[in-house]
Every structure is written in structure tokens, then in C-alpha cells.
């Protein structure tokens, strides 16, 4: 890098450039340039931010035209100006930056900053060797970063507060500024699939805390959940201002959305044929007793509780407690058939790959079509928690907190299901269970189909049993929970 001028000038045409690192909004690190300078988690940058929510070479600030300029290098829209993402920007005093989704901060400043007016935090990073000099910092700038980002904290609270802010700012200003029928629904879509994006975004957030064992960050992780059912609350309101559940509609066909909609699927995108297909499933029901059946075994065993209340602590909805109901009827014994991927058992019917990754020990019989005591996937707590957990990471990873999508996954085996599942875009709008039936309808297994359809007509009926006919009491009220 160029060494700075000696023309006293330089600094009028020029001014020096300063980047300091923020955490928790304190500043830790600074440092200086006169010239363009990148920014980015490789060596080759002049600014190293050793982090993987950073890409290789992130961002490039330049000077032009009297001013200095960011411009994002990412390529997918990681770097934020108050919760915005932005492409290119002309830095003024004090402008801090976000890189990468839960990356590092850092503050710019084109002003003159002479030692006597720095932060008190600042003038310490000096005398600390915080400061590298220009002709020097390419080489000191690994090795005092590693330092430096070592002893530092992530910064949960600031990132979910950007992401609360992006959502809920998409929300206030659709709300505000449109009120056409046909706008405020393109609006409301990109509220809904906003809020997905930041649902994901805690879920990672989340699961960075708990591997780092950050307590510090848990109370704004938690205050951001209240924030996420805000949101989740405004969107409603969109729902209801746009008559998708006006007044005098069917009652069987507002529990079909709701339960969508519980399940994590827009109702605003959904088919035009999947409420009368649900009520299809619904009928198949009615032709025998094994949900009744189903239901009373679950209660007397006190399964119903216990497997609500597990999938909550995950996060995910209680009613997937009728993903077990396909699997076995809440039978801990069952056993399925001989398949290429081993013997599945228990009442979710792991099979002992799986079963193995989310920790569950499997038995001297589980290569035989047996019950075995000595398997934990026949431990109705255990089993219960890994499943949980194993829904859970469906949802955050591969169906992008689609719920039906998770069902096709849980059912038609996820590393099967994922080689389709990824070829669809990586984000809530382009990759849920809508578009899912639209690529590869005549791809799916009619096992599949049936299984996903099974289970949301079931948790419909199960909403309000006596209007869909079933004399049975609601398994999932909030009494019993």
C-alpha cells in the first residue's frame, strides 16, 4: 500500500480514512488509510475480519471524486447500513457498517481525528498498540486481530436488533404507504417472507450462542423472540385488512389456512386447489377409526404434553405432534420394514443413521425387524427430544421454515429429499412447500404426498374436531398444554 503523502494538502484532497472496530457500540480497533484498501476474511485484504459470516473479500473502499466510497463485493447482499443492505455507498462521518449477517461492525470516519479528541476507548486501543501505521498494518493486521478477535464477544444483540429493524421497518412502511388490494398483498408477501428470513437468521443466531456457551447474549435473544411474535402479530394484520379470512367464510376452510399458516406457509401464496385437497384427506379420515384410536393412546400415555411441550422448547410448533401420529399412531414399540437405510423404530421411526447423529444409542437387534428394550429409539422421552430437534434442524436448514416441506423431508428420507430441495433458490419465498409441489409434482412419491396431506388434514380436524365431524376432544387445546 502507498505510503501516505507529505504534501500537507494531500489532506484536503484527500482526507485520511478511518475504520475502527466496534463491539457491544465501544470502540476497540483503529485503524488508518489514505488509498484503497479491501476488506474481507482472506490475508489479501488490508482490513482481515476473521469471521465466516464474512466473505473472502467482502467489500473495497476507494476514494473518487472528493469522497470515499464502500462498495459491497459479497455478492450476496451481506452488508448493512442501519439494518439496509446496500451495494454502494458514499461514507460520511462516523457511518457503521455491518458485514455479513452476524459478522463484525465497523465505524468509518473521513473527519480529521487528532489524538486529543478521540474516545476515551479509542486513545486506549492507542496505547494499547490497537493503532497500526499505515506502511505497517499489512503486516501486524493478522496478528493483531487474531488477538484482538479472540477475546471478543459476538455481537447478538446488535445484529438481532438490525434484523427487527429490517423486518419490522418492511411492515410499518407497507402499512403506511399502500393501501391498494393489489399492492398491500405483493407488500404483505414480503413481509411474510421477510419475517422468514429473520425467523432463520435468530434459529442461527441461536445455535452459535448455545455452541459458544454465550449466556451474555440469551436475554436479547429471548427479547427478540417477543419481537418475532410482533411481527408475526403485524403480518396478521395485513391478513385481516385483506379479507383473506373475512367475515362469513367457511369454517372448515379458515382452519385449513390457519393451519398452513401455523405450519409456516404463506396463505397468500398457497395453490388455489390445496384447501379443497386438504378437505379430501380429511375425508379419508372419516373412514376409520385410527385417528380416534390414535389420539386416545397418546392421551393415556400422557404423550400429547410431552411431545407439544418438546417441540415448543425447539421452537417449532406443537402440531407437528401429528408427524408422529403418521409415523407409528403413538405406538414406542413400532417397528417398520427392512430398508436400504437399515430398520426404522420407535414411535418416530428413526432409522439408526439418524438416530445415531441426534444421539440415540441403538440396540443389539437393529438389524432385525424386532422391538428391542435396549434400543433408545423405543425411550418415548429421549426419542421425543431428538426428534425435536432433528425437525427442528429440517426447518432451519434445508425446507427454510417450511413446515410441509419439513414433513416431505422427514418422510421421504432428508438426504433424499435435499438433492431436490436445493436445487430450488436458498430462501423462504423460492424454496417452501408451494413452489416444492410446483418443480417436482410428478417427482414426488404418492407415499409422500399422502403422508404430508395426512398430517396437516389431521391437525385441521384435531383445531376443531366437532366441525369436521369426530366426537374426539381437541388433543392439543391449551388446557392440556
Known amino acids: ?27 476497540e480497533l483503529t485503524l488508518k488509510f489514505h488509498d484503497r484498501f479491501l476488506i474481507g476474511n482472506s490475508l489479501e485484504c488490508e482490513v482481515v475480519l476473521q469471521d465466516t459470516d464474512v466473505s473472502a473479500v467482502h467489500a473495497e473502499v476507494w476514494f473518487e471524486k472528493g469522497s470515499w466510497w464502500l462498495r459491497d463485493k459479497s455478492g450476496k447482499g451481506e452488508t448493512y447500513l442501519n439494518g439496509q443492505p446496500i451495494d454502494t455507498l458514499e461514507l460520511e462521518s462516523q457511518t457503521q457498517i455491518l458485514f455479513g449477517m452476524g459478522g463484525q461492525v465497523l465505524m468509518f470516519d473521513v473527519q480529521t481525528m487528532p489524538h486529543h479528541v478521540l474516545t476515551k476507548a479509542v486513545r486506549q486501543a492507542f496505547r494499547a498498540g490497537g493503532y497500526v501505521p499505515v506502511g505497517e498494518h499489512r503486516l501486524a493486521t493478522h496478528r493483531l486481530l487474531t488477538r484482538f478477535l479472540r477475546m471478543q464477544a459476538r455481537k447478538y444483540g446488535w445484529i438481532i436488533a438490525v434484523l427487527a429493524v429490517v423486518t419490522a421497518g418492511a411492515g410499518g412502511y407497507a402499512y403506511i404507504k399502500h393501501r391498494q388490494v393489489e399492492k398491500q398483498q405483493a407488500l404483505a408477501q414480503d413481509v411474510f417472507y421477510e419475517m422468514k428470513e429473520f425467523e432463520l437468521a435468530l434459529a442461527r443466531l441461536e445455535q452459535r450462542i448455545t455452541e459458544r456457551g454465550d449466556t451474555l447474549s440469551r436475554s436479547e435473544l429471548l427479547a427478540s423472540r417477543s419481537r418475532l411474535s410482533q411481527l408475526n402479530a403485524t403480518y396478521d394484520k395485513y391478513v385481516s385488512e385483506l379479507g383473506v379470512y373475512k367475515e362469513g367464510m367457511d369454517e372448515g376452510n ?10 409456516g406457509e404463506c396463505e397468500l401464496t398457497m395453490p388455489p386447489d390445496f384447501v379443497g385437497e386438504v378437505k379430501r384427506y380429511i375425508g379419508l379420515w372419516k373412514l376409520s377409526s385410527r385417528l380416534a384410536r390414535s389420539l386416545a393412546r397418546a392421551e393415556k400415555l400422557g404423550y400429547s404434553k410431552l411431545i407439544a411441550r418438546t417441540l415448543m422448547e425447539e421452537h417449532m410448533p406443537p402440531q407437528f405432534f401429528f408427524l408422529a401420529l403418521q409415523e407409528s399412531e403413538f405406538d414406542s414399540a413400532a417397528v417398520g420394514p427392512p430398508t ?14 439418524t438416530a445415531t447423529q441426534y444421539g440415540l ?33 429440517i426447518y432451519n436448514t434445508e425446507a427454510q421454515a417450511s413446515g410441509l416441506l419439513v414433513m416431505a423431508s422427514y418422510n421421504w428420507g432428508h438426504n433424499t429429499v435435499k438433492k431436490l430441495v436445493r436445487q430450488l433458490p436458498e430462501n423462504p419465498r423460492e424454496r417452501n412447500f408451494w413452489k416444492f409441489l410446483a418443480a417436482y409434482r410428478g417427482k414426488i412419491p404418492k407415499q409422500t404426498y399422502d403422508y404430508v ?8 380436524i384435531c383445531e376443531n374436531p366437532g366441525l369436521f365431524g369426530f366426537s374426539f376432544p381437541k388433543p392439543l387445546s391449551d388446557s392440556a398444554l
Not at 2 to 25: A, H, K, W
Not at 453 to 460: D, E, T, Y
Request: hydrophobic share 40%.
Open 1 to 27: 500500500m502507498d505510503q501516505p503523502r507529505s504534501n500537507p494538502l494531500s489532506s484536503v484532497v484527500r482526507p485520511t480514512i478511518y475504520v475502527t472496530f466496534v463491539r457491544d457500540g465501544t470502540p
Open 254 to 263: 379458515r382452519t385449513i389456512l390457519q393451519v398452513a399458516r401455523v405450519f
Open 340 to 353: 436400504d437405510y437399515g430398520i426404522a423404530k420407535g414411535m418416530w421411526q428413526f432409522i439408526p443413521m
Open 361 to 393: 444409542k441403538t440396540g443389539p437387534l437393529k438389524e432385525f425387524a424386532r422391538m428391542d428394550p435396549r434400543d433408545e429409539r423405543h425411550r418415548v422421552v429421549k426419542a421425543t427430544r431428538a426428534a425435536a430437534k432433528y425437525i427442528r434442524d
Open 453 to 460: 396431506f395426512m398430517i396437516v388434514s389431521a391437525a385441521c
